[in-house]
């Protein structure tokens, strides 16, 4: 078992930037691809980004490529998204996640909310225009 505790997000004015956190306890964390996550209101789940088990390799939705960046400190089993350039487009519920079911670094299938064991119960990031 592995509990999620995301934080980090609050109100930010367009343009602006934020860290995200997402600190995991339980078994050992770096045995576990993470991604995250995030819902608008009336809107699906959506990919955002995935990290692989030591941080090397990472994977973003286009919609925050180039703007978004995703790492990890294993040492402090702890994952971040770092966001910059936000728009109001990427206010949502910002919720991490952690799979051990994905045997290898899968673009297609970390990008699947059904692919993830783990979940935090999220952190609301709004962005003003």
């Known amino acids: 078992q592995v509990q999620l505790v995301e934080s980090g997000g609050e109100l930010v004015q367009a343009g602006g930037s934020l860290r995200l956190s997402c600190a995991a306890s339980?078994?050992?964390?770096?045995?576990?691809?993470t991604g995250w996550f995030r819902q608008a209101p009336g809107a699906e789940r959506e990919f955002v980004a995935a990290?692989?088990?030591?941080?090397?390799?990472?994977t973003y939705s286009d919609s925050v490529k180039g703007r978004f960046t995703m790492s990890r400190d294993n040492a402090k089993n702890t994952v971040y998204l770092q966001m910059s350039s936000l728009k109001p487009e990427d206010t949502a519920v910002y919720y991490c996640?952690?799979?051990?079911?994905?045997?290898?670094?899968?673009?297609?299938?970390?990008?699947?909310?059904?692919?993830?064991?783990?979940w935090g119960q999220g952190t609301q990031v709004t962005v003003s225009s």
């Open positions: 990290i692989s088990r030591a941080g090397s390799t990472t």
């Open positions: 996640a952690a799979t051990s079911r994905v045997p290898y670094f899968s673009p297609i299938r970390l990008r699947q909310p059904l692919e993830y064991d783990y």
């Open positions: 339980g078994r050992i964390f770096n045995i576990y691809y």
